[in-house]
């Protein structure tokens, strides 16, 4: 039996610029673990980083059109895996709204200036 092995997710940005909802997008890839495999200006690939016997992702986010599509896929095809990739999503979610409410927009712009350094050319 085959089953799923991601989760997909669409998140308006809403009244953040693109560069804005990237840095925190970004601000909570990174407090939740995650190690970047690729980062650029619209968006990011990702790897959660639970240890090397345990359940682990990738994780891509794309902004286009105003929304961001977030993914969450594993690489193997068990049941565990859609649970896991929609609470994989769950997380990041939760995390970026608290990073929102909690960092004025002024500080947007010099932390995405900062992040621009480690971008790849895509």
Known sequence: MKFANKQVEELPIGKLTAQQFLSLAIEASTSLGWVFGDVNKTGFIAYTNNGLCCWNAEVRLKI???????????????????????????????????????????????????????????
């Open 64 to 122: 286009i059109n105003g929304s961001a599509v977030i993914q969450s896929a594993s690489r193997a095809d068990e049941v565990i895996d859609v649970r896991e990739n929609k609470k994989n999503l769950q997380n990041f979610i939760s995390t970026f709204n608290s990073l929102k409410k909690s960092t004025s927009h002024d500080e947007f712009v010099p932390k995405y200036e900062q992040l621009r350094s480690n971008f790849s050319s895509n």
